[in-house]
């Protein structure tokens, strides 16, 4: 007896609300398993647009977006 044929035979066992499980674990498992497209690089998307991000400018924007964001918290 294969693998499928044991998991058919006892899948059939199983109740509705069982068999649902089952499917949803093997859905689960088949999306794991699929390769996962790469990132594509902020570059690449901008590439055609002529922007030009330095250190200095993400060096600016951390400054303004933490600069008032307490250092410590009170306990």
């Not at 066992?13 to 088949?30: C, D, G, I, T």
């Amino acid at each position: 007896m294969t693998i499928e044929q044991a998991v058919l035979e006892n899948l059939r066992e199983l109740q509705s609300e069982q068999q649902q499980e089952v499917l949803n674990f093997v859905q689960f498992l088949k999306q794991k398993s699929t390769p996962k497209q790469p990132q594509r690089s902020l570059y690449g998307l901008w590439s055609d647009l002529n922007i030009e991000i330095t250190a200095v400018d993400i060096a600016e924007v951390r400054e303004e977006m933490w600069g008032n964001f307490p250092k410590e918290f009170p306990l």
